[in-house]
């Protein structure tokens, strides 16, 4: 038996993977959108784009902007009783309603 890999991206073939008519790279406004500190945001990793994406285990949560570093804006996320603080960039956010 080949060992299992443990890698950064494993077990994400589905998770990490867009439709059929939005494969490609995403738009470019994307990269420019920006966020207000205290700001909640969904976080959505845009698999087009490898810079900056967060790991796999907070896809689909959502956070409140502590701070911005650089490009990339620092988060924090509830995972059950623990604040976890992670940095990703704006391609991987949405605001949320």
Request: avoid cysteine; hydrophobic fraction near 30%.
């Amino acid at each position: 038996m080949v060992k299992a890999s443990k890698g950064y991206r494993r077990r994400t073939r589905s998770v990490m993977q867009k439709r059929a008519r939005d494969r490609g790279l995403s738009p470019i406004t994307r990269a420019f959108q920006t966020f207000d500190v205290g700001e909640k945001v969904n976080v959505n990793i845009d698999p087009s784009i490898h810079k900056g994406q967060p790991h796999v285990r907070f896809h689909g949560h959502t956070g409140t902007v502590s701070r911005m570093q650089g490009r990339a804006y620092m988060l924090d996320i509830r995972m059950g009783d623990k604040m976890k603080q992670i940095l990703v960039r704006p391609e991987h956010l949405r605001k949320s309603k």
